[in-house]
C-alpha cells in the first residue's frame, strides 16, 4: 500500500525567503505525482504534475523535482509572497488504478 | 465554465439519517471521482467513475453508494449516517486518465454527524 508522507507538517516564513516542501512516498512504482494547493474552505488546485519519466516541472515560482528511485519529491517555492500561505498537498498515482494517495499536507504561513 | 460544483457546502445529519451528496461539472469529463478527507490526514477514494453507467469502489467505499446515469452528475449517497462519516467530502473529475491529466476539484461538501 502507497505510504505518502510530507515534511514539515507546517512552515511559517518571512515574504521573499526560498523554501522547500518535501514529499516521500513508499512504493517507487508511480503514474504520476502532483502537488496540489488547498485553500481553506476551497477545493484543491493543481500546481504540477510530474510524469514518471520526467525528473522535474516548472511554473512560474515553482519547481517540482521528482527521484523515484529514492522515493522523494520536492516542491521548491521561490521568493515567497503571502499570497503564497496554503495548505501544499503531494499525491501520487500508482501505476495501477487510478486513485490518488496524498499525504497530510504542509500547512505555509508566509508572513508580510 | 462552472468546473466542478458541489451542493450543498454544508451539512449536519443525525446518526441514522440518509442524504446525496451532489456534484456537477460542465467540462464533459469522462471520469469522476469522490474523495474524503479527516482532519489532519490525507484525502482517501471512496468512489470513482470511468463514464456514464460505470462506477467502481476506490478505498473506503462502506457506508456510501454511487450512480452515474449523465456525463455531468455523479451524486454520492449516505445510507445511515455514522459519526465516522464526519469529513469534508471533495468530488474531482478528469477528462480520461493519462499519465499527464490532473483531476479538478470541486470546493467540497463538509459533513458533521451527529
Known amino acids: 500500500k502507497q505510504e505518502v508522507t510530507q515534511i514539515p507538517a507546517a512552515l511559517s516564513v518571512p515574504e521573499g525567503e526560498n523554501l522547500v516542501l518535501n514529499c516521500s512516498f513508499t512504493?517507487?512504482?508511480?503514474?504520476?505525482l502532483q502537488w496540489f494547493r488547498q485553500d481553506p474552505g476551497k477545493g484543491l488546485t493543481s500546481l504540477l504534475l510530474?510524469?514518471?519519466?520526467?525528473r522535474e516541472q516548472t511554473s512560474g515560482r515553482l519547481n517540482a523535482s521528482l527521484d523515484k528511485s529514492s522515493g522523494r519529491s520536492t516542491l521548491y517555492i521561490a521568493a515567497s509572497q503571502p499570497g503564497d500561505s496554503a495548505t501544499y498537498l503531494c499525491?501520487?498515482?500508482?501505476?495501477?488504478?487510478?486513485?490518488?494517495?496524498f499525504g497530510k499536507g504542509t500547512s505555509l504561513l508566509v508572513t508580510p | 465554465n462552472a468546473g466542478v460544483t458541489q451542493t450543498p457546502k454544508f451539512r449536519i445529519l443525525k446518526i441514522g439519517q440518509s442524504m446525496t451528496l451532489q456534484c456537477t461539472q460542465d467540462?464533459?469529463?469522462?471520469?469522476m471521482y469522490w474523495y474524503r478527507q479527516d482532519p489532519g490526514m490525507g484525502l482517501k477514494l471512496i468512489y470513482y467513475?470511468?463514464?456514464?453507467?460505470?462506477?467502481d469502489k476506490g478505498e473506503v467505499p462502506n457506508g456510501y453508494n454511487v450512480s452515474r446515469s449523465t456525463t455531468e452528475d455523479f451524486p454520492l449517497r449516505l445510507e445511515l449516517a455514522a459519526p465516522s462519516q464526519t469529513s469534508v467530502y471533495f468530488c474531482?473529475?478528469?477528462?480520461?486518465?493519462?499519465?499527464?491529466?490532473?483531476?479538478?476539484f470541486g470546493p467540497g461538501t463538509r459533513l458533521l454527524v451527529l
Open positions: 474531482a473529475s478528469s477528462p480520461w486518465a493519462g499519465q499527464q491529466e490532473t483531476q479538478y
Open positions: 512504493d517507487s512504482a508511480i503514474y504520476n
Open positions: 510530474i510524469q514518471s519519466s520526467q
Open positions: 499525491a501520487v498515482r500508482g501505476d495501477s488504478g487510478y486513485a490518488l494517495n
Open positions: 467540462m464533459n469529463h469522462n471520469y
Open positions: 467513475s470511468v463514464g456514464a453507467g460505470i462506477t
